[in-house]
């Protein structure tokens, strides 16, 4: 009986000292290192589905969007990293009661008219300079290619295509860093803005270390989303937003270069649209897949 007791007594032992050595794993630095002359395939796959309801009746729309982006690292500028991007690819598949519209960029003239335009956009570099932390400090040369096109697409392009709305779009697989080393089971907050129109969202980020494995870090992600917008609308009544909701996910994430291999974020929004006094339910749902690796 002595026996068996030193022997449970010897395992325990072994136990708490492996997980005392173990510590969670060792601290990884997790930055943005994409080396120069290095180029990367992006692919940003968006569902979303949105509700509306007034007097009764709901109406639903969808819309779902692939974006393909090559990542060209042209330079490091101290630990800043200049990349030059590169539209390759848009679809779109837009459906609700009252219309549905299609383009792919693969073969626009079986698309509609109407999203035409959004071919405008390819093929035609601009640069932005990210920190290792993930912040776009800068974004360059957009505003030329949209001063290339004619007036009509200049208006219809400007509110979707400028320095903001791509910084807001590129931060989901970039500005997610610590600043610090983490272990497994560490968390880290990071929060910015996002413009979308006339719809501008406040995005609380929590990000955990879950693993290690094989050179990539695996990140569950947990976010709180605020914010709203206004639309004047001249001579009929102006528009008024108000959101809020979270976002859950996962990420892995390269720990040699900082480059996201796979993202897959689930969003729940619910708010109201006021205008001429009504006041609308609103409810968005989006997933987000967003893929990339090196070319």
């Not at 969808?62 to 991007?85: L, Q």
Request: include cysteine; charged fraction near 20%.
């Amino acid at each position: 009986m002595k026996k068996y007791c030193l022997s449970f007594a010897a395992i325990a032992l072994t136990i708490l000292y492996a997980s005392c050595k173990g510590g969670g794993g060792e601290a990884v630095d997790l930055k943005l290192n994409l080396q120069p002359g290095s180029q990367y395939a992006y692919t940003m796959d968006t569902k979303m589905s949105m509700e509306q309801s007034a007097m009764g009746q709901t109406m639903k729309t969808d819309n779902n969007m692939i974006m393909e982006t090559t990542y060209d690292v042209s330079a490091s500028e101290g630990s800043n990293k200049r990349i030059t991007v590169t539209y390759d690819r848009i679809a779109m598949d837009i459906k609700n009661p009252m219309a549905s519209m299609a383009y792919d960029s693969k073969n626009p003239t079986a698309g509609d008219p109407a999203l035409q335009n959004m071919g405008n956009i390819l093929h035609k570099p601009f640069s932005m300079l990210v920190s290792e932390k993930g912040e776009i400090l800068k974004v360059e040369g957009l505003s030329a290619i949209i001063n290339a096109m004619d007036d009509t697409m200049r208006r219809q392009m400007s509110t979707t295509f400028n320095d903001t709305a791509v910084k807001s779009m590129m931060q989901q697989s970039l500005n997610i860093f610590p600043d610090h080393p983490v272990k497994p089971g560490e968390s880290w907050k990071k929060s910015y803005n996002m413009s979308m129109n006339v719809m501008n969202l406040r995005m609380d980020n929590e990000f955990k270390l879950i693993s290690v494995s094989n050179g990539t870090a695996h990140l569950d992600v947990q976010s709180k989303i605020t914010g709203g917008g206004a639309m004047d609308g001249g001579e009929m009544e102006s528009m008024h937003i108000n959101l809020n909701g979270d976002q859950k996910g996962t990420m892995d994430v390269e720990v040699s270069t900082g480059l996201v291999t796979d993202s897959k974020l689930k969003q729940d929004i619910k708010g109201d649209i006021t205008m001429g006094g009504m006041k609308v339910p609103l409810v968005m749902r989006q997933d987000i897949h967003i893929m990339a690796r090196k070319k």
